[in-house]
């Protein structure tokens, strides 16, 4: 990801810490100790409570809520903060956390890694406590029985890590940036280089064990099949605390092969490429990836569009080269453009966040890899190829966007064999790739925030004819609350968000949420509502 811009950011707004922590300031000191007693009521004798619950005056209520934002777009003066954190380090603890929120009256916010594109983690615009999960991030892994139980506040590059660290065989499907929490990540589907082999890290999920609104602790078992179909795949903050999940891990070569290629200006052949493209790779073997990624290059009214090429193979160079000389040769792969490595290596190589030099040890560094400035974001799916006379019109107004960026990754494989109803996540069969518009800023440029917002607006607006329709459809877990907000509408309000990311699977989430969580206790901006 060379082109985002990579800016020293905290300092800027570690600035504001002391402000934005008086906003929560009159709901902490009037109802600390309530709190505090209802949580040491609930948790097994000698609790370190003070340890476990931050009020806002404590020294490291700061530190611990601005660690994993994400999003510099929610770090400004006056933003919302909790009134307290909670940092559980078992599921009592969360229960705990549950059953006092509750009882003073307030909302919540549950935080894995942080890294909802819409900050919906960690602010509210109602008093709320935020549960950081930061604590309970324990991953075991049983290579001879294939699977391994990760508690929520894992990030995807200690989950990665510890599967590589007891076994060279095994992998993972999920996300490419290691800093994601596998908390809200599973949640919301979870893709990444071996999706077209094994389907989403949903798809891969056996057990779980998740804290409900009326602060009972569930398993699978426990918690029914309509429950464990909606935590996977509906979307983080809806229907309860998950606190572990128990994966399958998926077999890996000893081999695998990455590849980039080289930069290819849209009007010097890049046009070609990426329309064939579109046709070649959701029809291409499963074991084989290829991400196109479009950007700008060269300064503003002297930029042009190009576009590269990133793959992963699941085998050495030489089968990886072999494949691609049959069925997709125009891309000329070559030796040079390759990598061979293990599995976890790939992981780390293939994020451009991370250095050559790096030992795979930095994927357990939670704050390694930061997103340059504020950002937003938006997705859609495409079904048809589109022509390249339209390809033409889409960079001209891509253009206008700098210096955002295009981020596309084919579907197909697994992904086509995979009932649209067997998880929430419905975009399955039929789907060519998928779209991620994606533009940040730098962080001074706060003022113009409107102007960034509205270039990603006016770029999906474009495209609406051009990629799936009725509903135009979105992926949750990039969170994007210009779809739609819940309001006083109710459920058909909240349709229109809901199904362009669940199609017909929102109605039965709506159903499953009116069973599971009917005093509507885990409520956000774009949680699912009541039926
Ligand atoms: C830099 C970057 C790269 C990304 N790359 C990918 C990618 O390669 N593939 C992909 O599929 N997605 C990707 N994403 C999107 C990512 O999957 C989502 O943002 C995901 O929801 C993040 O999970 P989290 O735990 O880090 O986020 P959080 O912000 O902590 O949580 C996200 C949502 O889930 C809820 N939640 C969190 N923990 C729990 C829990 N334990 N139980 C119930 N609800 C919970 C939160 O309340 C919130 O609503 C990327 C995002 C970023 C910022
Ligand atoms: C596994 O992790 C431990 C602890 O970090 C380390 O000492 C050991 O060398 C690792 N083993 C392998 C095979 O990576
Ligand atoms: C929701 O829509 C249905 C069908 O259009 C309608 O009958 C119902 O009254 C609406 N409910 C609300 C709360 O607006």
């Avoid at 490291?60 to 380090?89: D, L, M, V, W």
């Avoid at 994966?247 to 980039?260: A, G, Y």
Wanted: charged letters at 20%; a positive charge; one cysteine or more.
């Amino acid at each position: 990801m060379s082109p985002i811009l990579l800016l020293a950011v905290s300092s800027f707004f570690f600035l504001f810490s002391s402000v934005s922590a008086a906003a929560g300031l009159g709901v902490g000191l009037v109802r600390s100790s309530t709190f505090l007693n209802c949580i040491s009521h609930h948790t097994p004798p000698l609790t370190h409570v003070n340890k476990l619950v931050l009020s806002v005056l404590a020294p490291k209520y700061q530190n611990i809520f601005q660690a994993s934002i994400q999003n510099p777009r929610f770090k400004f003066p006056g933003a919302p903060t909790p009134a307290f954190i909670i940092t559980p380090e078992s599921a009592v603890h969360v229960r705990a956390a549950v059953v006092c929120t509750k009882g003073l009256g307030l909302a919540v916010r549950v935080r894995s890694g942080g890294h909802d594109y819409e900050g919906l983690s960690y602010r509210a615009n109602e008093p709320f406590v935020l549960i950081d999960l930061v604590n309970l991030r324990k991953v075991r892994v049983f290579p001879k029985r294939g699977m391994a139980k990760v508690q929520s506040g894992a990030t995807l590059g200690e989950l990665y890590y510890w599967i590589a660290n007891r076994t060279k065989t095994h992998g993972f499907p999920a996300g490419t940036c290691p800093t994601i929490g596998v908390g809200g990540h599973f949640s919301g589907g979870g893709k990444g280089t071996l999706t077209r082999k094994y389907g989403l890290a949903a798809d891969n999920i056996l057990d779980a064990i998740v804290v409900k609104a009326d602060g009972e602790i569930v398993n699978r078992e426990a918690m029914g099949e309509d429950l464990f179909w909606a935590i996977r795949g509906g979307g983080g903050g809806n229907f309860g605390i998950v606190v572990e999940w128990t994966i399958k891990l998926v077999p890996v070569p000893s081999k695998v092969t990455l590849f980039s290629t080289d930069e290819i200006e849209m009007y010097d052949g890049g046009t070609d490429l990426f329309y064939k493209w579109q046709k070649i790779a959701p029809m291409l073997v499963d074991d084989l990836f290829i991400r196109a990624t479009i950007y700008i290059t060269g300064i503003e009214y002297l930029s042009t569009v190009k576009v590269s090429f990133n793959g992963f193979f699941l085998g050495t160079t030489s089968e990886l080269l072999s494949v691609l000389s049959a069925a997709f040769p125009e891309l000329g792969v070559m030796q040079k453009h390759c990598r061979e490595s293990s599995w976890i290596e790939s992981v780390k190589a293939f994020n451009d966040g991370y250095k050559e030099g790096e030992t795979i040890e930095v994927l357990l560094d939670r704050n390694h890899y930061k997103t340059g400035g504020p950002f937003k974001a938006k997705s859609d799916f495409v079904t048809q190829a589109i022509s390249r006379k339209r390809l033409k019109a889409i960079w001209q107004v891509f253009l206008d966007i700098y210096p955002g960026m295009m981020i596309l990754d084919p579907y197909g494989g697994m992904m086509d064999r995979i009932s649209e109803f067997e998880t929430p996540f419905p975009h399955r069969k039929g789907t060519l790739y998928s779209i991620q518009y994606y533009n940040n800023w730098s962080p001074m440029e706060a003022a113009d925030e409107k102007k960034n917002l509205n270039r990603v607006k006016r770029l999906y607006n474009f495209m609406g004819p051009f990629v799936s329709k009725n509903p135009r459809a979105s992926y949750v877990n990039y969170r994007d609350l210009d779809l739609g907000v819940n309001g006083n509408g109710g459920y058909n309000e909240s349709k229109r968000w809901g199904e362009s990311y669940f199609k017909g699977n929102f109605e039965r989430l709506v159903k499953i949420k009116g069973k599971v969580d009917p005093e509507n206790f885990f409520r956000s901006e774009q949680s699912i509502p009541l039926p």
